[in-house]
Structures are given as structure tokens and as C-alpha cells.
């Protein structure tokens, strides 16, 4: 919005398939700024249409289990052993065995937990509203059309160059977005 | 042989005329239209006045106690407590239905998983409030939380009890985050058609901008995936859990090894029985045919006869350590347990969850939506009886004769199982006026696949 130039180029396409071999052609030609939106996740998409790094959601998951297995055991103990030790016929008061259950399950809640909550961290959401897809071309994204939107600004191609890209691959509306 | 391959014509997963478009608007259509139908007016309605029956019973109990039942001493746990470990099992299932075949990738899964978990989020808040109406002293329930309180009184973590507490917990609130994952692309598809602005508003919020770009799909689809990893031996742990409640115990009838997976057949039973008694009921009410076919039904019914087959036999290991053991305490429950005092419903239990489902068997019972739906509806009913015996039978004839007694279920037992079955159906049909009741995003990938370009 900031002097009335166009900044991106969205073209809108019916299926997947043609918008993976648009996204390919794009990137062949050195675009990087290539983002794409799509009712289901489409695998064809992988690193054409800006796919970024692999994510490290797994490892942050990873390492929600281990705190939460830490922390799972840790306050069992502390109630048994450092703050409130009961003797229960005789039984060790760090017994391990009977925390186990505890521990997992918080092991597993804090796993969950991570990858929910860097889910939305990684996605930057919740972002209720967002220049770059206001358009109405995206509103259908979410139902039955598959649309690629280009940073026109962010490379040397020239934007007819673009629109000849999603033109050969039949793109079934081009939209220049303000924002 | 394939699940497709033995259905005489064979049913697509989705039937050929389904589109994107159409996919979404149907399902979405449904939260949209100003109006809800008339069956979901009576159910709802029905719904409302079994939470009244709830609200007086529960205000009830509170105020005068739980002497309003019928528990005493030999038989200190009532329905209150089967009830727990039958709506357990009942949600169980939702995750079952939804986390075990999507690791599997079962196809059938996509339609069906969103009313499994719905299912499940309204049958574990029955489940969560019936140890606490159990408790006698209800305002207590907090001191369960491991805190470091000023009295300096902790509760005793090696409790199966305890552990009890913390898988439900655990699964509620990991439940919970699994069906919001799983449900944002979906609110977005509804924001996105919606045309009034407070339906816009409301699903907006709900939807958190998601956009669907390929990025974030990217993150959403591994991290839903790990999340289905974990959700998957997270319920075999919550059932087994509870089968420890009874296993740890040196009662008669519960000191039993084989309890943990015999309550996770259980699970598997009645949760997927439940699973396939909404799935006919809502694919009739919102005409979800083309979405929700022979296909799924066929499948839910096989997952349903498995669990009739692994239940048949932990009932025989439960028969065959008394037999074969030396225990005259285990011998004497068992026979009152088969002949005595529930005997009646020791043998509605084996009709119900192993005789008759037996006639799942064959293929055109499985097609047939009204068998299947009875055969679930006896399950539901035949796993009631088995937690009830499972509870009663055991304190009833316990090691000392002299220690023996009978249990009779009052008026305000039967109203607290007839009031849960309330709150389980509000929760159920508000949440079928609010979320996509079929997983659209996922439903697309099937499009997508088997769907002419």
C-alpha cells in the first residue's frame, strides 16, 4: 500500500498440478518468493514454491518430552522424598517404579504441548489480519483453488515474464495485489 | 484382501460426484444455514432436559451427600465409579478412531475422525466429573494437584489413583490441542464462506488467520502427524491406567494381571461402537452420504468385530484364573460373579459384547445401517454391565465372608448415569451446530487421489 505499486502477482489456478509446474518454472527461473496456498497440503509443492527450511518442529517436540519427562518425575519426587516423605510399609521413598506413569504421561502432554504451541509460533499465527492475502483471489484458497502469489519486487524478473508463467500454465484469473 | 475388495459393489471412500467445492460447501453449509434441523431441535431438546436431570442430581448429592446412593460398606463403589471407567473407555475410543489410523493412513479415517473426537471431548467431561461426584467431599478434589500447599500435605504419588488423575488430565488437555490442529484448516474453509459478519467474525477468531500456504501446511501436516505418534499409546496408557485402579487393588476379581489390556479391549469395543452409532446418526441428520460411505461403515464395523474378538478373549482369561488358580477367594467371587448376584449381567455382557457381534462376520450385516447401529447400541449397554460387575461383584464378595454384602443402585444412581448421558449429548450437539463435523481438508487429499482431474 505504501506508494500504490503493485507488489505482488497472484495467479489463481483450478487444480494443483498446474501451479506445481508453474511454482517449478518460477523457481527455475531464480525466484524465490514464490508462496502458495492450497485447500489440503500438496505434497508435489516441496522446496518450488518456497517451502523454506526443513522444519524443526520435531526436534522442539523432542525436547518439550524430555522437560516434561524431567519435570514429571522431578515433582514426584519432591512430594515423596524432599517434602513430604511417607513411610508405606517400608517402601523406598524415590520409588521409581510407581512414578514411572506420572512422569510418562507428562512426558507425553509436554511433546503435544510444545508441538501445539510452536505450531502457531512457527506459522506466526494467530495473525487475524495479514496485507499480503487479503485479496479475495485467497478467500477461495481454503475451498477449491490453488493460488500462487509472487513478490514481483523481490527479483530481477520482470513481472510480464511472470504473468506469462501462470498464463502457459493456464491460471484462470492473474490479480496484481497492492500490498 | 483389501477392505474394498469384499464389498460386493465395491464403495469408493468418496462417492465420484463429491467436489472441492461441493465438499466444503455441504459441510460447511450445515454451521451456516440460520436454521438447524428439526432432528437436531429434538435431540438437543432431549439432550437439555437429561443435563436438568444431571443438574437436580448432582445439586442433590452435593448437598446431602453421596448417602443418596446406594454405596456402604462392603460395596463402597457404585455406578459412580463404573460409570468413569465406561465413559473413559467410550472416549478412548475417539482417539482411537482418529490417532491409530492416521498413523496408518487409513483412508476411512479422514471422514469419520472429527465425529470420533467430538465424541471423545463430551465423553471425557462425563468421565472427569464422576470421580468427583464420587469423592464424597467434592470441593476437595484440588488436593490431587501435586503443589507444595502451606499445610505441607502432598497426595501420594504412588497411588494408582493418583496416576489416574494424571492421565486424565493429561488426555483431556492433549485431546483438546490434537482436535484444534486438526480443526483450524477446516474453520478457515468456513470463515472463508461464510457470508454473515458475525458467523465471519467468529470463525475468523477461531480460524487465526490460517491461510493455507504451502509452508504452514508443511509444519501443520509433521507436526499432526507426531502428535497422532503420540496420542496413540497415550490412550492405551490412560485404559491400562485404569484397569491398574483395579489391578493394584488385592480384592478378589481385580488383582489381576491381565487387566490393563482388558480394559483397553474395552476401549477399543465400546469407544469405536459409539463412534459408529454417531457416524450413522450424523451422516443420516446431515445427509453426509456421499462423504461418509459403505466404505467407512464397512471398516468401522471390522474395528468393531476385532474388538468383540480380543474382548472374548480376556473374558476367557478372566474365567480361567479362578479355575485354574488356587485362590478360594477368586473361586468364590467368580461363581457369584457367573451364577450368584450378577448373574444376569455377566451373561447380558457376553451376549451383547462377543455373542451378537459376532454377526459382524458377515458382510451384509455390516452394510445393513440398522443392524450395525443395534449391534453397537447392545455393545454400549453389554459394556456398561461389564464395568458394573467389574465395580460390584468384586467388593461384594471380598476375602471374609463375614465381610460380604449386596449393592442396590438407588433413584439418584440411575438419574447421575441418566443425567451424564445428557451432559455427553449437549456437549455433542452444540459442538455439531459449532465445528466442521467431517474433516474437509483431508477429505480433499482423498478427492484429490481417487477423483477424476
Redesign the interface.
Given at each position: 500500500m505504501s506508494n500504490g505499486e503493485p507488489l505482488g502477482l497472484v495467479g489463481v489456478f483450478a487444480?494443483?498440478?498446474p501451479m506445481v509446474e508453474a511454482a517449478r518454472q518460477l523457481h527455475a527461473l531464480g525466484i524465490e518468493a514464490v508462496?502458495?496456498?492450497?485447500?489440503?497440503?500438496?505434497e508435489a509443492?516441496g522446496e518450488q514454491?518456497?517451502?523454506?527450511r526443513p522444519?524443526a518442529?520435531?526436534w522442539i517436540?523432542a525436547a518439550g518430552a524430555l522437560v516434561g519427562a524431567c519435570c514429571g518425575y522431578f515433582?514426584?519426587y519432591?512430594?515423596?522424598w524432599l517434602?513430604?516423605p511417607?513411610n508405606?510399609g517400608g517402601?523406598p521413598y524415590n520409588?521409581w517404579p510407581?512414578?514411572t506413569?506420572?512422569a510418562?504421561?507428562?512426558t507425553?502432554?509436554f511433546?503435544?504441548?510444545a508441538?501445539?504451541f510452536?505450531?502457531?509460533f512457527?506459522?506466526r499465527?494467530?495473525?487475524?489480519?495479514?496485507p499480503k492475502?487479503e485479496a479475495e483471489v485467497?478467500?477461495?484458497?481454503?475451498?477449491?483453488r490453488f493460488v500462487l502469489r509472487v513478490e514481483t519486487g523481490a527479483s530481477n524478473v520482470p513481472r510480464d515474464r511472470i504473468r506469462r508463467v501462470f498464463e502457459q500454465h493456464g491460471a484462470e484469473q492473474i490479480v496484481e495485489v497492492a500490498a | 484382501m483389501t477392505l474394498a475388495a469384499d464389498v460386493p459393489r465395491p464403495a469408493p471412500v468418496v462417492e465420484p460426484g463429491v467436489t472441492l467445492r461441493s465438499l466444503s460447501e455441504q459441510v460447511s453449509g450445515r454451521l451456516l444455514s440460520r436454521r438447524p434441523p428439526l432432528w437436531w431441535w429434538v435431540g438437543f431438546g432431549w439432550a437439555l432436559a437429561l443435563l436438568l436431570v444431571l443438574i437436580v442430581s448432582v445439586t442433590n448429592l452435593f448437598v446431602t451427600g453421596i448417602g443418596i446412593w446406594g454405596v456402604n460398606i462392603p460395596v463402597a463403589w457404585g455406578l459412580a465409579i463404573a460409570e468413569y471407567v465406561w465413559w473413559i473407555a467410550l472416549a478412548s475410543g475417539g482417539t482411537i478412531v482418529s490417532a491409530l489410523f492416521h498413523v496408518t493412513r487409513s483412508p476411512w479415517r479422514s471422514a469419520t475422525n472429527r465425529i470420533a473426537e467430538t465424541m471423545l471431548l463430551s465423553a471425557a467431561a462425563c468421565a472427569g466429573i464422576m470421580p468427583i461426584l464420587h469423592l464424597g467431599r467434592p470441593g476437595l478434589f484440588y488436593w490431587l494437584f501435586p503443589y507444595s500447599t502451606v499445610m505441607g500435605v502432598w497426595p501420594q504419588v504412588r497411588s494408582p489413583l493418583w496416576w489416574d488423575f494424571v492421565c486424565l488430565l493429561c488426555y483431556i488437555l492433549m485431546s483438546i490441542m490434537y482436535y484444534y490442529v486438526g480443526l483450524v484448516p477446516d474453520v478457515a474453509t468456513v470463515r472463508d464462506l461464510a457470508q454473515s459478519r458475525s458467523k465471519k467474525v467468529f470463525y475468523g477468531v477461531l480460524a487465526m488467520g490460517w491461510r493455507g500456504s504451502a509452508r504452514h501446511w508443511r509444519k501443520h501436516k509433521t507436526v499432526y502427524a507426531i502428535m497422532s505418534a503420540i496420542m496413540a499409546p497415550m490412550v492405551i496408557s490412560v485404559h491400562s491406567v485404569v484397569g491398574l485402579d483395579f489391578a493394584a487393588g488385592l480384592t478378589p476379581g481385580w488383582h489381576s494381571t491381565q487387566f490393563p489390556p482388558y480394559f483397553f479391549f474395552g476401549a477399543v469395543i465400546s469407544g469405536t461402537a459409539l463412534v459408529v452409532m454417531l457416524t450413522i446418526l450424523v451422516r443420516w441428520g446431515y445427509g453426509l452420504e456421499n462423504v461418509i460411505t459403505d466404505y467407512h461403515l464397512n471398516a468401522l464395523g471390522k474395528l468393531v468385530l476385532v474388538g468383540s474378538v480380543m474382548l472374548g478373549y480376556a473374558y476367557l482369561f478372566e474365567a480361567w484364573g479362578p479355575i485354574y488358580g488356587a485362590d478360594a477367594a477368586d473361586k468364590t467371587e467368580f461363581a457369584s460373579r457367573v451364577f450368584g448376584f450378577t448373574a444376569g449381567a455377566y451373561w447380558g455382557k457376553i451376549a451383547l459384547n462377543i455373542l451378537i457381534p459376532q454377526l459382524l462376520w458377515l458382510p451384509a450385516i455390516r452394510r445393513s445401517k440398522a443392524a450395525l447401529f443395534l449391534i453397537c447400541a447392545g455393545i454400549i449397554v453389554g459394556m456398561w454391565l461389564e464395568r458394573y460387575i467389574i465395580v460390584v461383584s468384586s467388593l461384594h464378595r471380598n476375602h471374609m465372608p463375614s465381610y460380604w454384602g449386596v449393592y442396590y443402585p438407588t433413584a439418584w444412581d440411575w438419574s447421575i448415569l441418566a443425567g451424564s448421558i445428557g451432559l455427553f449429548l449437549t456437549m455433542f450437539f452444540t459442538l455439531l451446530r459449532i465445528v466442521p463435523i467431517v474433516a474437509m481438508s483431508e477429505v480433499r487429499e482423498i478427492i484429490d487421489k481417487g477423483g477424476p482431474r
Open positions: 487444480s494443483p498440478q508462496e502458495a496456498y492450497t485447500p489440503y497440503p500438496v509443492l514454491a518456497h517451502a523454506g522444519t518442529l520435531p517436540m515433582i514426584q519432591w512430594d515423596e517434602s513430604y511417607l508405606v517402601r520409588s510407581a512414578f506413569v506420572g510418562f504421561e507428562v507425553l502432554l511433546a503435544v504441548a508441538g501445539f510452536g505450531l502457531w512457527a506459522c499465527l494467530p495473525r487475524l489480519y495479514d492475502v485467497f478467500d477461495r484458497a481454503s475451498t477449491d | -
